[in-house]
């Protein structure tokens, strides 16, 4: 009795030893899982790489076939591969994201691809065989395709770098777990002969004994049947000899339609020859591992998507098969998908948005999101929106900053429905003002609850702005002189007197018209008399400040108002007039040379006088300067 508890003492302790180093064996086989995921990405990245260097040759290689025999279809061949690339370059520094050497070198990717679109699409635009050759040839003065080529191997190695890192872990996981199958192996072994042993004494101990070994066997089976991946072997002609039955229950598939079976007959009909040259080359080149994701129909003709880590089974050097951990990622790839359709819908909405459509981070002052049309109306390229906050400064013209800060911190505090408005100019990238007219709603919270983002669209309302002050310009001046037109002299002069009247000030007002005018058009003609009252204009101008009125009442009278000051440096200001205009000649293209004289009045209001008064008075002045022969200055009493 003692020598039988001693041997099931043996036993149990075999077992649990036994159980602690399968334990091992599968913590181990999940690290080597996640390292497959790894490596499997890396894969993926070489492949959008390959993608990518195709696209941007094939690209060139259509823009070249088009400036050898132009035909529009290789033009938009190249166009649209250039746009494939471009889409390929930015999934790939996504990709990348983890790792700031390789985003670092995925961006350089990125950068050159755009610099090869644009300089493609500036000729492709004009359709214009030269121009398409031209851009070739800038392209290859700059050795593009040597500097993608090198940005492209230089993240590949990064890649196969990782690959080497994560195969190497691979192989070590590999090693422990075969080091720790062997050791539970001679372990089994070791209980095996003790249970031999055991027998050969007692035939009741040798059947227990062979129970115990039977038990150990069936557990391990259960471990592989119960576990949550997909685990399988296959011979050298890919027929399958093992399968685990989480898989057979996850395919709705008994094994005997399983066994003995291709693995081609699982996949999806039209990815099987895509799968099978897959799996050809990595026997070809002895691949000893793998990782590939594709359909598979399943026994209920649903289709499921798996993720697949693939061992070769090496006899020496001869490949026997391969056994391989799937993964169902069906889930995983409908999500990918979706989240691929909503990207492009969204992309080709903000493509096709008739305006500038934005998302501007108000707390980092930068753009998040700007659709091309930005570029097409200000100018500027992709990579410098990136960097609008140094821009700022420069890019904002300086009177219309203050109202952009006050509209941005009124953004912060708004209601999620409010739509807020304003016009701003932009400086366009040759130098020149835009006028932007934005609409602007919360697109986005922090965790204060004040907006962070928000959302927006702006229109170029330039032509519309200017056609605005040219319309008030005409409305309110005179196109001969440029001077006030009657009707704006007098809203101003009104404004002027209120003013004075507030600040208890002076403002004289002079009264002035050319001496016989009318006998001028009469002789010289009207183009003469134009010329004069032309000439008037550009005097009065010129000896008035910023903040003095001028105007042209009508015909040939002029008057001007100086705000802050008496009759008397009026009558000043008018005596200069007077004298520059009568050292000036007139009519000299027509061949009939003669000169002009003007005649002046000026008042100075009181504190009660209004603009009519004032007026009166000038008029009055302006009379007695004529009687007493004209061509003079003379001041109301």
């Known amino acids: 009795m003692a020598a039988l508890s001693k041997t099931k003492a043996g036993f149990s302790a075999g077992v649990a030893l036994l159980t602690v180093i399968l334990s091992a064996s599968i913590v181990r086989n999940l690290a080597w899982q996640q390292s497959a995921l790894s490596v499997a990405h890396s894969y993926e990245v070489i492949e959008r790489l390959g993608e990518i260097s195709f696209d941007a040759r094939d690209a060139e290689d259509a823009a070249r076939a088009f400036t050898s025999s132009p035909d529009q279809r290789d033009l938009a061949r190249s166009m649209e591969d250039l746009v494939h690339a471009k889409e390929r370059g930015r999934e790939v520094e996504t990709m990348v994201a983890d790792d700031a050497a390789r985003q670092k070198t995925a961006q350089a990717v990125r950068l050159l691809l755009d610099q090869q679109s644009d300089a493609m699409s500036r000729g492709a635009r004009s359709g214009n065989r030269d121009e398409v050759s031209a851009?070739?040839?800038?392209?290859?003065?700059?050795?593009?395709?040597?500097?993608?080529?090198?940005?492209?191997?230089?993240?590949?190695?990064?890649?196969?770098?990782?690959?080497?890192e994560r195969t190497a872990f691979q192989n070590q996981m590999t090693g422990v777990s075969r080091s720790l199958?062997?050791?539970?192996?001679?372990?089994?072994?070791?209980?095996?002969?003790?249970?031999?042993?055991?027998?050969?004494?007692?035939?009741?101990?040798?059947?227990?004994?062979?129970?115990?070994?039977?038990?150990?066997?069936?557990?391990y089976r259960q471990v592989v049947d119960l576990a949550g991946d997909i685990i399988c072997r296959t011979d050298e002609e890919g027929r399958f000899i093992f399968i685990n039955q989480a898989a057979l229950a996850m395919?709705?598939?008994?094994?005997?339609?399983?066994?003995?079976?291709?693995?081609?007959?699982?996949?999806?009909?039209?990815?099987?020859?895509?799968?099978?040259?897959?799996?050809?080359?990595?026997?070809?080149?002895?691949?000893?591992?793998?990782?590939?994701?594709?359909?598979?129909?399943?026994?209920?003709g649903v289709e499921r998507w798996f993720g697949q880590n693939?061992?070769?089974?090496?006899?020496?050097?001869?490949?026997?098969?391969?056994?391989?951990?799937?993964?169902?990622?069906?889930?995983?790839?409908?999500?990918?998908?979706?989240l691929q359709k909503s990207r492009s819908f969204i992309e080709r909405i903000a493509a096709t948005t008739p305006g500038i459509l934005y998302v501007y981070d108000l707390v980092e002052q930068r753009?998040?999101?700007?659709?091309?049309?930005?570029?097409?109306?200000?100018?500027?390229?992709?990579?410098?929106?990136?960097?609008?906050?140094?821009?700022?400064?420069?890019?904002?013209?300086?009177?219309?900053?203050?109202?952009?800060?006050?509209?941005?911190?009124?953004?912060?505090h708004s209601a999620d429905a409010d739509v807020r408005r304003i016009e701003y100019r932009v400086r366009h990238a040759d130098g020149h003002w835009v006028w932007l007219a934005a609409r602007e709603t919360p697109f986005e919270r922090g965790p204060d609850g004040l907006v962070r983002q928000t959302v927006g669209i702006a229109q170029d309302v330039t032509a519309g702005k200017a056609a605005q002050d040219k319309l008030a310009w005409q409305a309110n001046f005179d196109a001969l002189t440029g001077l006030a037109n009657r009707h704006h002299f007098w809203t101003r002069l009104q404004g002027a007197l209120r003013r004075a009247s507030i600040e208890h000030s002076d403002t004289s007002l002079c009264l002035f018209d050319v001496d016989h005018f009318k006998e001028i058009n009469d002789r010289f003609g009207h183009a003469a008399g134009d010329e004069v009252l032309e000439a008037i204009g550009n005097i009065v101008r010129g000896e008035l400040r910023s903040s003095d009125i001028a105007g042209r009442l009508g015909g040939d009278e002029f008057c001007f108002a100086l705000p802050g000051t008496d009759e008397n440096e009026s009558a000043r200001v008018a005596e200069r007039i007077r004298e520059r205009l009568s050292t000036l000649a007139f009519g000299m293209t027509s061949g009939s040379t003669f000169s002009v004289?003007?005649?002046?009045?000026?008042?100075?209001?009181?504190?009660?006088?209004?603009?009519?008064?004032?007026?009166?008075?000038?008029?009055?002045?302006?009379?007695r300067a004529k009687s007493a022969g004209r061509n003079r200055v003379m001041v109301d009493a």
């Not at 249970?195 to 129970?211: G, Q, V």
């Not at 009909?269 to 990595?282: A, C, G, N, S, T």
């Open 135 to 164: 851009a070739l040839a800038q392209l290859d003065r700059a050795g593009f395709d040597s500097r993608i080529r090198t940005a492209i191997l230089e993240l590949e190695a990064q890649e196969h770098e990782t690959i080497r």
């Open 181 to 219: 199958l062997i050791l539970a192996a001679l372990f089994a072994v070791c209980m095996v002969a003790a249970a031999a042993w055991t027998m050969s004494t007692d035939l009741k101990k040798h059947a227990r004994a062979k129970h115990a070994l039977a038990a150990k066997e069936e557990q």
């Open 251 to 300: 395919l709705h598939l008994g094994e005997d339609e399983v066994i003995g079976r291709s693995y081609l007959k699982l996949i999806r009909q039209d990815k099987r020859r895509h799968v099978e040259r897959f799996y050809l080359r990595q026997f070809g080149r002895k691949q000893k591992t793998t990782y590939h994701e594709f359909p598979v129909v399943d026994g209920h």
């Open 310 to 338: 693939v061992q070769l089974v090496l006899d020496g050097n001869r490949i026997t098969g391969f056994q391989a951990i799937a993964r169902d990622i069906t889930e995983r790839r409908k999500t990918e998908i979706e």
């Open 367 to 412: 753009n998040i999101f700007t659709n091309p049309e930005a570029f097409v109306v200000l100018g500027y390229k992709p990579e410098d929106f990136l960097h609008l906050d140094t821009m700022a400064q420069g890019l904002f013209h300086p009177d219309d900053q203050a109202v952009i800060r006050a509209h941005h911190e009124a953004l912060r």
């Open 597 to 623: 004289t003007a005649t002046f009045g000026v008042a100075r209001s009181e504190s009660d006088t209004d603009a009519k008064e004032l007026m009166e008075a000038a008029d009055r002045a302006l009379y």
